[in-house]
């Protein structure tokens, strides 16, 4: 079957672009969801009280539109016209049910035995503007919450009941509201709009989304492009895997279309996250191809010998990076569940593609071979010998410095603002923030006491019981403004007695609570019932709480406070819950954390216990625990240090982190162990497995935290946190490996004999060249020596097969190497080592890396063993006498004249 793509790869082209043409046909269904409820399953409790609590009360979304006087004050009458003839238009919005400002605001008079209700500000009437602004000013209803302090902030709450939310009723609901401000003339009265409420928010959700989907989307991709063709240095081969990453990420988006998926503005990136992790994934493939064609195998058997031999590394990746965004099914958070599901079908198709379309493109492309000695090739080899060398030094460095890191996690609580979730480009952010210093908070805690009794709400026992938590709220931190039937019980005793402000008192006498409840109710205009108040059996009344400038830890703290308050005492049979829009919000990180401890858990068991079963080996499954882990803990710990706090995006990382990290180590591993099998010691292994994985490994890694980071760019905090936590996890995850992976491995395995036996050139020799020679040089980088004749004779009978390896090893920091590397190519006597000879003779060298008299000597006897024009034309007999001394003539010119490129 492997040999279907390069034997068919026009059939199997066209089968797997019909296969993504038929998932695509599904991308036209996907739709934008901007309830801001849709972070919160059915089986939430908090959003099941919510539900309960709105369908008692007629709740329904809002618009809260605040009007700010530039100069002066609002309440003139320029601006008071302004502002009733706004509260007028309001309910001509669509889907409008109520509408509340300072102007339709009830005022009350009365005799001795009626109560007369009227607008607080009627433009016809006769009433002076200082009476009509001293009213609304004092009403204790209206100050704080639709009035500001210093009455230069008032506002209008209008109230929405629409079948189903979507971004395109939100944005007809704002649209058409925004319309009505300006068709209005408040600009011209010197009043500037800011919008908030639920309305505003769900608007806000919506644009996030299509803000990502639409410019962070593309960007995302063009940058991902870019990097691959600067790091592959090859338009061809960066396509191919472009291409194949993008056919998975629409495949599974088309997927996601068919089932009906709604995106959100967590949801909105998930192509973005396929993308990235099938790029990641297949760089091995396309580079492992790149590396057996510069043997100078046919193109046909290069692609099916790199299928062969990455297949299962790279089955076991995609894999188990599967496994980790599936465990975001246990997530509490319907879109993080959405995301796990899409994000692990993509994988699938990633793997899907990348052994089907992904081997017949690169084929159809007729891939070219390139150059051997890649930038990153280049500091793979030059870092190799390091890591070895100062083995002991880094495994005691790198766990020092990680506990150190790790301390950082003590640092870190769970707490966020949800204004914050948007940054300042979002006009709902910079609205909020100012109605939130010039007039109200905008934390709104619902709490719904009932008795269980019809009438219960004139009980005294009730009502007392209502005073005292009212008192004991005001005197709570952050609470600006608290709003009951309790006033309106106030109000009415005034009214209804003698009308002094001493009488504004709630009367203990159930008859009379009732009478005047029913008086109130029937002299009330349209509109403005208090079925948003009590319920219809007038067993349970509401008490509104709004808290200024709070944050989840805020709202969580003084709920569980109020719970408390009520269990401190006798209740009377009274029954109080706390709930709103913001308890649901500042439950959903700790909600979603403990829901995804068991997820993650599970997760860690399943990929531990495939790899424990892949390696075969619990040795190497215990290893690869280590590099598995400590990313997380590093990033968490930093992350403490630098922020403090964490949002609900530390509930999803953890696990999305955990199946993409893994992928490297993987590979190494994998390689590592080959390499054993062979007879290779420690030592040479970890020299054979970053010979074979380090470029793939830095490409795959520099393309993942970049695509990561990309997600910082979000104006939407829980991508942008979750894009940077990841990519610092996957950086953190490249230091591990490269760092302390190779000192654990070879501290671990010293006591244990290679599979093979032990290690010499002659066992080392029976290994293909790529993973035998890297060992055999590291060997002479160990014993400083450059004429072990043994060693290199082993090297030459490998033949053409390691002429690559050999020639990224004249860029070897040790002397030693670079002449076997030499003396080796001139035995093989392959033609692509002239030119990299010739550029290593003519290149300036600085520092300890210049060429001494020994080296230059050894390097043109190597290039005199090729009879070739260009040898004989840059290398003449007297080239050295004629030379300056210390320098290299033509060594300014530039490379294509000296090689005759």
């Not at 020799?765 to 004779?793: C, I, K, M, N, Y």
Request: hydrophobic residues 50%.
């Amino acid at each position: 079957m492997l040999d279907l793509p390069v034997d068919r790869p026009r059939a199997t082209l066209a089968a797997a672009l019909l296969l993504a043409v038929l998932c695509a046909i599904g991308l036209p269904r996907l739709s934008i969801n901007s309830d801001t409820r849709v972070f919160f399953s059915d089986s939430n409790v908090n959003r099941n009280l919510l539900d309960a609590f709105d369908a008692r009360y007629d709740s329904s979304v809002s618009l809260f539109l605040a009007l700010h006087a530039e100069e002066g004050e609002v309440l003139t009458r320029e601006r008071l016209d302004v502002i009733a003839a706004l509260t007028e238009a309001a309910w001509t919005l669509p889907y409008a049910t109520r509408v509340d400002s300072i102007t339709n605001a009830v005022h009350l008079t009365s005799d001795a035995d009626s109560i007369a209700v009227e607008d607080m500000y009627d433009p016809k009437g006769s009433i002076p503007i200082p009476v009509v602004a001293e009213r609304i000013a004092s009403d204790s209803l209206l100050a704080g919450r639709l009035i500001a302090a210093d009455r230069r902030t008032a506002a209008i709450n209008i109230a929405f009941d629409y079948p189903v939310a979507s971004s395109a009723v939100t944005e007809e609901i704002l649209s058409a509201t925004k319309a009505m401000v300006e068709a209005s003339g408040a600009r011209a009265a010197g009043l500037e709009p800011w919008y908030a409420g639920r309305v505003a928010s769900s608007n806000a959700f919506a644009t996030a989304g299509r803000r990502d989907l639409t410019t962070l989307l593309p960007v995302s991709f063009a940058v991902i492009y870019g990097l691959l063709i600067v790091l592959m240095r090859s338009f061809r081969a960066a396509s191919a895997l472009f291409l194949t990453a993008a056919l998975a990420a629409v495949s599974s988006l088309g997927i996601a279309g068919w089932a009906g998926l709604q995106l959100n503005a967590a949801t909105a990136h998930i192509a973005t996250v396929i993308m990235a992790l099938g790029v990641a994934s297949l760089s091995h493939l396309v580079l492992l191809t790149r590396r057996i064609l510069r043997r100078g195998a046919r193109l046909q058997s290069a692609i099916l010998e790199a299928l062969r031999s990455d297949i299962w590394p790279i089955a076991l990746t995609l894999g188990t990076t599967s496994i980790g965004f599936l465990s975001l099914i246990s997530a509490d958070a319907p879109p993080f569940r959405e995301m796990g599901i899409f994000v692990a079908i993509g994988a699938l198709f990633c793997l899907a593609y990348g052994v089907t379309f992904l081997p017949a493109l690169l084929y159809a492309f007729r891939l070219p071979t390139g150059d051997s000695r890649s930038a990153v090739g280049q500091a793979v080899a030059a870092s190799t010998g390091w890591v070895v060398d100062h083995r002991t030094r880094l495994l005691i460095a790198m766990p020092l410095a990680s506990a150190v890191a790790a301390l950082g996690i003590m640092l870190i609580s769970i707490n966020d603002t949800f204004p914050d979730y948007f940054d300042e480009s979002f006009d709902f952010r910079t609205h909020t923030d100012l109605i939130e210093d010039n007039l109200t908070g905008l934390e709104v805690l619902e709490f719904d006491i009932g008795n269980g009794k019809p009438e219960g709400i004139f009980d005294p026992a009730y009502v007392a019981r209502l005073e005292q938590f009212e008192d004991w709220l005001r005197h709570q931190d952050k609470v600006v403004h608290i709003a009951s039937i309790l006033e309106t019980f106030r109000r009415l005793n005034r009214h209804m007695t003698d009308g002094r402000p001493e009488s504004a008192i709630v009367p203990r006498d159930r008859a009379t609570l009732a009478q005047y409840m029913l008086l109130y109710e029937l002299s009330l205009p349209p509109g403005l019932d208090l079925t948003n108040a009590v319920t219809v059996d007038k067993s349970r009344s509401r008490m509104t709480v709004i808290m200024h400038r709070a944050t989840t830890r805020d709202v969580r703290e003084l709920r569980e406070r109020a719970e408390a308050w009520w269990g401190e005492s006798p209740r009377d049979g009274i029954q109080a819950a706390g709930t709103g829009l913001a308890v649901m919000f500042a439950y959903l990180s700790s909600l979603n954390v403990s829901s995804m401890v068991g997820g993650t858990a599970l997760a860690l068991v399943l990929i531990s216990s495939i790899l424990l079963a892949a390696f075969r080996s619990v040795r190497y499954g215990l290893i690869s625990l280590v590099p598995n882990l400590l990313p997380g803990v590093i990033a968490f710990g930093l992350w403490g240090y630098f922020v403090g706090e964490v949002g609900v995006a530390v509930s999803v990382v953890g696990a999305m982190a955990l199946g993409i990290i893994v992928d490297d180590t993987i590979h190494l591993i994998w390689r590592y162990q080959q390499a054993r099998k062979e007879g290779a010691a420690p030592e040479e292994a970890v020299a054979a497995m970053f010979s074979i994985v380090g470029e793939p490994m830095l490409v795959s890694s520099i393309v993942l935290v970049i695509g990561f980071a990309m997600l910082a760019v979000s104006g939407f905090h829980i991508t942008s946190s979750t894009g940077i936590l990841t990519a610092g996890m996957i950086g953190f995850a490249l230091l591990t490996d490269w760092f302390l992976l190779p000192p654990l491995l070879i501290a671990v395995d010293k006591g244990f004999p290679a599979v093979a036996g032990s290690p010499s050139p002659q066992s080392a020799g029976d290994l293909s060249g790529e993973v035998a020679a890297p060992p055999l040089l590291f060997r002479q980088a160990a014993l400083g020596a450059a004429d072990d004749a043994e060693t290199l004779d082993r090297i030459v009978q490998m033949g053409s097969a390691v002429v690559p390896t050999l020639i990224d090893a004249l860029d070897h920091p040790r002397s030693a190497v670079r002449l076997m590397a030499a003396s080796a190519l001139a035995r093989i006597g392959d033609g692509r080592a002239i030119e990299p000879l010739i550029r290593t003779l003519l290149a300036d060298r600085d520092d300890n890396r210049a060429l001494s008299a020994a080296e230059r000597a050894a390097l043109r006897q190597s290039l005199f063993s090729f009879d070739d024009p260009r040898v004989r034309n840059l290398l003449p007999g007297d080239w050295d006498a004629a030379a300056p001394a210390g320098s290299l003539p033509g060594r300014d010119r530039p490379p294509a004249e000296l090689t005759g490129g």
